[in-house]
Structure formats: C-alpha cells, structure tokens
C-alpha cells in the first residue's frame, strides 16, 4: 500500500505557524476519524502529538492542532519554537482495515 | 508508566527468519488494545507491519502479509514478530507500540493511534 501524501519538508521561524498536510482517499482519511500525527527527533522512537484528528495526549503542548477537510488533514504548530525541529508523520486507519503511515515531513526551524 | 523494550539478533542472514519480541511493563497485555510492530528503514519513513488484539485476531500490511506473523503471550505479557524470507530491503529499526483500536463482538475492529512505543532495535540483513 502507498503512503500518505505529506510535504517533504516545510520551514518557519521562531515564533511563527506552519501547517503540514497529509493526503489521502475517501478510503482512508476522508472516510475515518482515526488520523493521527507523530513527531520524531533524530535517533528518537516517533511520539505521539495528536490522534482522531485533533486531539492531544496529555502533556502535548497546545501549540500543536490537528483538523481534517474532506481527504487532507493538517497539523498545525502555532508559535513555532527550535525544539519543534523533527520529522512529522501521520497515520490513517483504511478501509482495508490497515493502517497507512505517510511519508514524513521534515520540519526546519530557521 | 507504560514502557515497551524490543530484543532479538541484530544481524540475521539473507533467507533467514527475523525473530523479535517486545516485553511490556507497567500495563497487562491481557487487560486490552493492540500491540503493533512499525519498521523504518535507515533515513527513510515509517512502515506499519502489523497489529494483533490482546486476545487473538490480527491485522497485518498486504504487502508483507505472506511473511509476517505477529503472536501474544500474556502469560509472559510480551509480544512477537516473526518475518520470514527476509532480504537487504527488511534492513530497518524495528518498533514496537502499544496500539489503540476498536474491536467489535464479530472479530471486526477500527485501528487507531500508538501511544506508547519502544526505543527501537536496528535489525541489518547481510551475509
């Protein structure tokens, strides 16, 4: 099965927002909540940030947002600070009952 | 606190089957969720391999399907992967995570997040 569509990498500078988008099909994003974004520092296990769509796990800043729109979900990080500096996956359930992982972003902090 | 530790060889010959398994502590497996292997190859993305309820019934990637095989032991509360067959392209840190998901009384379910996952063990395939 082929990834999520995601940005290979986007940018921002202290303080500022940036959203990344994940693509996918009326099979899989489109059709489910259970979209899930995970962040992963060099070296690190991936963490998770938020999961069905837009809800945070306790101790995740709230500087971090999810939404979806039709097949695209998006992750927001508002007040963007160095340490936001990682890799940036999502996930979707599928109608197939698998689990798809997009391609990951790499998010630089300027 | 919930904590996952992967173990098994770090080097398994082309051919050969790549056995791993990943001990919980701090939360009973038999107590309920998933529990799921990801694969991610050196500087590449994230794979999901495959997921197996606390009580049996499996969910695995069509596209490693025929030489995965995921099992429980709560008795031991750990979990295993086993991949058969395996080449140079299953070289990847392999991860386990505990798996949230929904399960319904016709053995039907909905795969969620991973809340929880292991540091990740590097498994190369090579002669």
């Known amino acids: 099965q082929s990834a999520l569509t995601q940005p290979a990498s986007v940018s921002g500078s202290p303080g500022q927002s940036i959203t990344i988008s994940c693509t996918g099909t009326?099979?899989?994003?489109?059709?489910?909540?259970?979209v899930s974004w995970y962040q992963q520092h060099p070296g690190k296990a991936p963490k998770l940030m938020i999961y069905?769509?837009?809800n945070r796990p306790s101790g995740v800043s709230n500087r971090f947002s999810g939404s979806k729109r039709g097949n695209t979900a998006s992750l927001t990080i508002s007040g963007l600070q160095a340490e936001d500096e990682a890799d940036y996956y999502c996930?979707?359930?599928?109608?197939?009952?698998?689990?798809?992982f997009g391609g990951g972003t790499k998010l630089t902090v300027l | 606190q919930v904590q996952l530790q992967e173990s098994g060889p770090g080097l398994v010959k082309p051919s050969e089957t790549l056995s791993l398994t990943c001990d919980v502590s701090?939360?009973?497996?038999?107590?309920?969720?998933?529990w799921g292997w990801i694969r991610q190859p050196p500087g590449k993305g994230l794979e999901w391999i495959g997921s197996?309820?606390?009580?049996?019934?499996?969910y695995y990637n069509p596209s490693l399907k025929s030489r995965v095989t995921i099992s429980v032991d709560t008795s031991k509360n750990q979990f295993s992967l086993k991949v058969d067959s395996v080449t140079a392209a299953d070289t990847a840190v392999y991860y386990c995570?505990?798996?949230?998901?929904?399960?319904?009384?016709?053995?039907?379910?909905?795969?969620?997040?991973?809340?929880?996952w292991g540091r990740g063990t590097l498994v190369t395939v090579s002669s």
């Open positions: 701090g939360y009973s497996i038999s107590s309920g969720y998933y």
């Open positions: 197996i309820y606390h009580s049996g019934g499996t």
């Open positions: 995570a505990r798996h949230w998901g929904t399960r319904y009384y016709d053995g039907s379910g909905e795969l969620g997040h991973f809340d929880y």
């Open positions: 009326s099979g899989d994003v489109g059709g489910y909540n259970y």
């Open positions: 996930s979707s359930y599928t109608s197939s009952n698998t689990l798809r």
């Open positions: 069905e769509v837009n």
